[in-house]
């Protein structure tokens, strides 16, 4: 099976812009999960999609939204970017209560 | 890589040693571990996970001990290789969200 593929891999926005990454889960997973990863804060969750549904949510603010597709492929949205939102984005899919997998990310960096 | 910047503490081992990764843990109520390893360029890979009703697990090389009375986790490493040189991170389940702690980074000398 391939694994979680993510894109675009590098992405450079100046302030003020939107941004939508894109998340492609391996192949049967229907929960895919977004997290941010910056030298502060660590690995922070963002969102949790299941069959199309927001499952559970971090605490990040109403800039941050995503959606998820009927073929289980999500995609989330940055609205009006900040500096502080550069940072490596990493999804994630699992079948529900198994391991999550990770894909390798899209390094966003806002000027 | 991702993890180029970060802070974190460091755990340096000769090669063939044991290593041994702590983390402490935030939630009495969580009831789920896991670790995870992060090489340069790549997001995190499962390594081994432990529900809260175990204190020990063992996989292949790792074993994984949790302490529930103090809230912590340890993740060992045997016969340590170049190839384990990676950032290592612990994350605990609570409200069903997975946590990530700030995580170690393991370098491996010959």
């Known amino acids: 099976k391939a694994g979680v593929t993510q894109t675009p891999r590098y992405l450079i926005k100046t302030r003020g812009q939107q941004v939508t990454l894109s998340c492609s889960p391996i192949?049967?997973?229907?929960?895919v999960s977004w997290y941010q990863q910056t030298p502060g804060q660590g690995l922070q969750f963002l969102f949790e999609?299941?069959?199309?549904?927001?499952?559970n949510k971090g605490n990040f603010p109403g800039r941050f939204s995503g959606r998820q597709f009927s073929n289980s492929r999500s995609e989330m949205n940055v609205s009006t970017l900040e500096l502080g939102d550069s940072a490596l984005y990493l999804c994630?899919?699992?079948?529900?209560?198994?391991?999550?997998?990770f894909g390798p990310g899209t390094r966003l960096t806002v000027l | 890589g991702e993890n180029v910047g970060l802070h974190l503490p460091t755990l340096s081992v000769q090669e063939g040693d044991n290593s041994i990764i702590n983390c402490a843990y935030s939630?009495?109520?969580?009831?789920?571990f896991i670790w995870y390893k992060q090489e340069s360029g790549k997001g995190p890979q499962f390594i081994i996970d432990?529900?809260?009703?175990?204190d020990k697990r063992q996989g292949q090389r790792v074993t994984v001990l949790l302490n529930k009375t103090v809230k912590h986790l340890s993740l060992q490493i045997a016969a340590t290789q170049p190839g384990d040189s990676a950032v290592y991170f612990c994350?605990?389940?609570?409200?069903?969200?997975?946590?990530f702690g700030t995580g170690t980074r393991l370098q491996v000398f010959p």
């Open positions: 994630a899919s699992r079948e529900l209560e198994d391991e999550q997998f």
């Open positions: 192949s049967g997973h229907r929960s």
């Open positions: 999609y299941f069959s199309e549904t927001q499952r």
């Open positions: 939630n009495s109520a969580s009831d789920y």
């Open positions: 432990i529900r809260s009703n175990m």
């Open positions: 994350a605990e389940t609570y409200t069903d969200k997975l946590i």
